[in-house]
T-cell receptor, first 115, second 113 residues
Framework: GAVVSQHPSRVICKSGTSVKIECRSL??????MFWYRQFPKQSLMLMAT?????????EQGVEKDKFLINHASLTLSTLTVTSAHPEDSSFYIC???????????FGSGTRLTVV | DQQVKQNSPSLSVQEGRISILNCDYT??????FLWYKKYPAEGPTFLIS?????DKNEDGRFTVFLNKSAKHLSLHIVPSQPGDSAVYFC????????????FGEGTQLTVNP
């Protein structure tokens, strides 16, 4: 079945540095990728939608200059957290829609800790 | 504006009994609903879905019920097993191509042996 590979699974970085998270569709082409963030004991909140070859669409309240999304090819979408701060510590998950009978394929998530 | 709500943050049941997880939504445009199971530090795993043209969908031990007039859906797990212990999210979408999911807050299910 369709697989979305997400890396890294866990990253710890210092405040002020940038972190890149990658999601690759391994056996299908993902023209769209959804990026979610989950804080402890809270829901998965959609941050942005990336579309191959065009600008990402950000949800209200999400800083586009802080969370840079690139979807340069049909198999790779990246989220870069720039100038990370401790409040950016969260669990980030990507998802590609419409890839199987279940409708959505999720990556395994990235636990970001900013110290 | 929380369009999908799971009002019970946790649920504890005995092995072999029925687990019932509830979900309410406010957006009448939603026409496709899904339940996901999630372990810590992992992505959600699909369990079962239902289209708004149905009121029930069953898959093995899992059954989802949809009450459109009440904007309410529920997931029944019977019999519950200790391996079912996880956080369960309901999600909703407008079933057009590439449409996004809106998630509830999740319910932590604990099945005691």
């Amino acid at each position: 079945g369709a697989v979305v590979s997400q890396h890294p699974s866990r990253v710890i970085c210092k405040s002020g540095t940038s972190v890149k998270i990658e999601c690759r569709s391994l056996d299908f082409q993902a023209t769209t990728m959804f990026w979610y963030r989950q804080f402890p004991k809270q829901s998965l909140m959609l941050m942005a939608t990336s579309n191959e070859g065009s600008k990402a669409t950000y949800e209200q309240g999400v800083e586009k200059d802080k969370f840079l999304i690139n979807h340069a090819s049909l198999t790779l979408s990246t989220l870069t957290v720039t100038s990370a701060h401790p409040e950016d510590s969260s669990f980030y998950i990507c998802s590609a829609p419409g890839t199987n009978v279940y409708g959505y394929t999720f990556g395994s998530g990235t636990r970001l800790t900013v110290v | 504006d929380q369009q999908v709500k799971q009002n019970s943050p946790s649920l504890s049941v005995q092995e072999g009994r029925i687990s019932i997880l509830n979900c309410d939504y406010t957006n009448s445009m939603f026409d496709y609903f899904l339940w996901y199971k999630k372990y810590p530090a992992e992505g959600p795993t699909f369990l079962i879905s239902i289209s708004s043209i149905k009121d029930k969908n069953e898959d093995g031990r899992f059954t989802v019920f949809l009450n459109k007039s009440a904007k309410h859906l529920s997931l029944h797990i019977v019999p519950s097993q200790p391996g079912d212990s996880a956080v369960y999210f309901c999600a909703a979408s407008v079933k057009t191509s590439g449409s996004r999911l809106t998630f509830g807050e999740g319910t932590q299910l604990t099945v005691n042996p």
